[in-house]
């Protein structure tokens, strides 16, 4: 008996197999491409069919797959629809493919909710209501309440990083609205807001600002008086943003996980739990950096297969 999980990245594709145990006995990593749905399509199944060939598995006897998406997805139509962070790729069919390669059912999930079905198996804390929280290349949640994993009509439940953290709205999110939380913290976005900062703010730097990225302004920390004005307004949004996720959601467990997170822990879980007292009327959540480091989603997939799409380990199959 064989279960797969698939963490479906713009950059990656990964794909791992595993016995009946969750021991993994074969795992793939890929480049993902970039020209079309189809060629995405055809790196899914290659991962898992290379993954299965390194565990010695037929890719028939594949019991369930799980799988760990970009989105935004079509959840009925078991596709990812125009992913932002793949251009030209206008729609990737997953669910129907994969089930014509395996002898299963596939549990299709945007990639934080894979984060927060990993955390739900595999934490040692690992209640009813929790939340995984990524701060990478953007900002998003996996929910889970009264121990039912909230993914949303069309699967795209937890897209806290739209949530409207600074009301003036200086700096514009990637998807066109003003003051989002992801427009000032995530990855792709704290070079233009740490530009915005050396000009409203007129502080002096020694960071590169035209090829600036996030590691640089992280790496200067203590250093250079804009890096420092950068990561202490970034830490203020993301207590902000959090605050409101804690007050939507009660979770008792908040697990953050991302490169910017994972990266720079000191710099962005810390200063968040110092402030989240100040912010938050209801119970303070605890808050972890996740133990499962980048294989969060790949892991989380991988659970969700084995445990009918919940991570919840009272419904392992037999």
Known sequence: MAYAGVDLG????????????????????????DDSGIA???????????????????????R???VGSIGPLDLAGGAVENPANLPPVDRIPLVGPLENLVDGPVYL????????IGERFHADRNPDDMVYLTIS?????????????LSGWDGNAGEVGHVTVDHEGAMTCGCGMDGHWEAYCSGNNIPRYARHLHAALDVGTDLPLDGLDAADVFDAAGRDPLADAVIERVARWNALGLAAVVHAYAPLVVYVGGAVALNN?????EPVRERLGDLVMSNIPDLQLTTLGD??????????????GTGDRRRLAG
């Open 109 to 116: 999930h945007n990639d934080t909710n894979a984060g927060v």
């Open 137 to 149: 290349s953007g900002i998003g949640a996996g929910v889970c309440v009264d121990g039912h994993v």
């Open 40 to 62: 995405v399509t055809e790196a899914v199944l290659g991962a898992v069919r290379s993954a299965c060939g390194t565990a010695a598995v037929d890719p028939g006897a594949v």
């Open 295 to 308: 294989d969060v989603v790949v892991r989380g997939a991988l659970a969700s297969a084995m445990t009918e």
């Open 10 to 33: 713009a950059t990656n594709v990964r794909a791992v197999v595993a016995d009946d145990d969750g021991t993994v006995r074969g795992q793939d990593r890929r480049p993902t491409p």
């Open 64 to 66: 369930a797959v799980g």
């Open 265 to 269: 822990p000191d710099l962005v879980v």
